[in-house]
């Protein structure tokens, strides 16, 4: 479902479940290697985030969670805020090695970390709500607009456009994109570059810089 390992300065993370759609099982595991991660994130220390083949993250198991009732629909609810919670204020530099396609969750999960490296020559970044009639909670959007300018918050929420690596660069949804194969080098390199920062201030400005998209995720909690 999901893999977790270190090696060396970083913690590399890979979602490994085909098309790697939520559902309460995934989530309970990406909780228990986060708490993981923090757990061990002292000196220098990184994450790297990634899936495997063409998906990074296709969004929720809608089959799964439409089937969820009462105390379990809150209960999977929750526990997305307080994953996404975790995942933003991670005391370590985040890294989302954009694999394959992003949609809906999947989108807003790489936009949680601090930056994002896609694969050039195939994957879409989407957040792709508008057209499967889903809406997009108050939490996730202030994620967004915390991320991007308020015009590609615009195209990227109502239009439901699907950006490929260099329009996610240009609209500032990605930071960077290489080959397949150059691409988790490339994200690890990035993270252990950045895992070298002085832990205790890096910890305390990454704080600072996402506390108003934080705060809105906590208050679910």
Partial sequence: ???????????????NDGANRVTPAWQARFLDILDS??????GNTGLVLTGTEKFFCS???VEVVMSLEGDARA???????K????????PVPTVAAINGHAFAAGAFLALACDYRIMREDRGWFC???VDVGVPIGEAMM????GKVSPQTARESVLSGKRYVADEAIAA????????????????????GELATKERKIFSTLKHQLYADVAKGFSSTN
């Avoid at 300065?9 to 979602?15: A, E, G, P, W, Y």
């Avoid at 991660?37 to 002292?42: G, I, K, N, R, T």
């Avoid at 209960?75 to 805020?81: E, P, R, T, Y």
């Fill in 1 to 15: 479902m999901i893999d977790y390992k270190r090696e060396g300065d970083l913690h590399i993370v890979t979602m």
């Fill in 37 to 42: 991660v923090e757990a061990d994130s002292d």
């Fill in 59 to 61: 969004g929720l198991n």
């Fill in 75 to 81: 209960l999977f609810s929750q526990s997305m805020m």
């Fill in 83 to 90: 994953l996404m919670h975790k995942l933003i204020r991670l």
């Fill in 127 to 129: 957040i792709s709500e």
């Fill in 142 to 145: 202030s994620l967004l607009k």
């Fill in 172 to 191: 500032g949804l990605a930071d960077g994109k290489a080959s397949e194969g150059e691409l988790l080098g490339r994200a690890q390199a990035l993270a």
